[in-house]
């Protein structure tokens, strides 16, 4: 297999899709691929990319200069992948690379894969461009329509290419893994939670992940308050970065902010919470509910189709409308609730365990052969 994979922001940014696009590339290039990676890049980069990675002209987003796009597929570019000779391209983002990238495999008869990673039709209602959706929304299905094969992360998400017109039978399910070593009970530490102002008896619902207006930081702010209201004097532990997080600590200035922490750090700090409040409805997946689970975590989570991949509400987690009063309805639950908290947090466990990303990186390459031997057949048969 030889495969060019094209990415909106490789390692530009350390998030849920660009850290399982890395780990597909070192996966592939264990297996035996070549992989030539293509994406606008940045001086300073979240974490070094695996495989052989080709800088894209690109310009930073307005308002979010942490993201570029790439201006298209320039000449040079087009050249380096005709050299490189892929019998797979794979798109990673609804793009203007991803889209040339889709071009040039046609010219070339080279199978197109992409992967969906973000529900990226629910963004323009949180930064106030919601008269654009109808226009992205028919992006997208062009996008996808236009693959050869689209790799869906969930069910849920299958079922939203079919009503976009992508045929059952050209849709596969890429899921996602969880690393037990890096996400794991064992890694709960009371010193490092004292440390930062909790007693051990307190409970401490947390936060994680990237600090952005979509991930429904105001919604999980309004939650805390609501059950202050109650009576219910949590602190709440918000770890991750992001141009949100000035806005995150004026609405909740008395939430312990912990900053970016990664690896064993990372894992320490989920690990010693003890709810994880997930508000977000734009996940495709829902990576940070699953490694709180992986975690030992009770989780109460907005009920998003890719929350409900992941979680059976009632039994290894705790599923809500998307509404400050609703998630308070289910934390104040966990809270008076230790045997209920428990239950569900052993549960989560349990099911996380099954997220083996060596067993769910290995369909990604039987989706990769099955198209190509889909292809030998038909140039065979014409």
């Given at each position: ?273 003890d709810i994880l409040i997930n508000p977000s409805m734009t996940e495709a997946f829902g990576n940070v ?94």
């Open positions: 297999m030889r495969i060019a994979l094209f990415s909106g922001n490789y390692n530009c940014v350390r998030d849920g899709a660009n850290r399982a696009l890395n780990r597909l590339v070192d996966h592939l290039l264990a297996r035996g691929a070549a992989v030539r990676v293509y994406s606008p890049t940045i001086a300073d980069p979240a974490f070094a990319p695996a495989g052989d990675l080709v800088s894209v002209p690109s310009l930073p987003i307005p308002g979010r200069s942490e993201f570029r796009v790439a201006l298209g597929l320039p000449a040079s570019v087009r050249m380096d992948v005709e050299r490189f000779a892929p019998n797979i391209v794979h798109v990673s983002a609804p793009d203007l690379l991803g889209t040339g990238a889709q071009k040039l495999a046609r010219r070339l008869g080279v199978p197109v894969v992409a992967s969906l990673h973000t529900r990226f039709e629910t963004y323009f209602d949180y930064y106030g461009l919601g008269a654009l959706r109808h226009w992205g929304e028919r992006r997208l299905r062009r996008f996808y329509r236009a693959s050869d094969r689209v790799l869906a992360p969930n069910a849920d998400s299958a079922e939203s290419l079919a009503v976009m017109g992508v045929p059952d039978e050209d849709i596969a399910i890429w899921g996602r893994g969880v690393d037990p070593a890096a996400f794991s009970p064992a890694l709960r530490d009371l010193h490092w939670r004292r440390g930062l102002g909790y007693r051990d008896d307190e409970i401490v619902p947390i936060f994680f992940g990237r600090l952005v207006v979509e991930k429904g930081i105001a919604t999980f702010a309004d939650t805390i308050h609501a059950l202050h209201e109650r009576g219910y004097p949590l602190r709440p532990l918000i770890v991750g970065a992001g141009p949100a997080e000035a806005r995150f600590r004026a609405l909740l200035p008395d939430a312990v902010f912990a900053g970016h922490l990664d690896g064993t750090a990372l894992g320490r700090a989920v690990a010693s919470a509910n699953l490694e709180a689970m992986a975690s030992g975590l009770a989780v109460v989570s907005a009920d998003a189709g890719s929350a409900r991949a992941l979680i059976a509400s009632g039994k290894s987690g705790l599923l809500t409308p998307p509404v400050a009063t609703r998630l308070a309805d289910a934390v104040a639950q966990l809270v008076e609730r230790p045997d209920l908290r428990f239950a569900v947090a052993a549960a989560a466990h349990a099911e996380a365990r099954g997220y083996r990303w060596s067993e769910i990186l290995d369909k990604v390459v039987a989706s990769y052969a099955d198209l190509l031997g889909t292809r030998r057949r038909t140039s065979a048969a014409a």
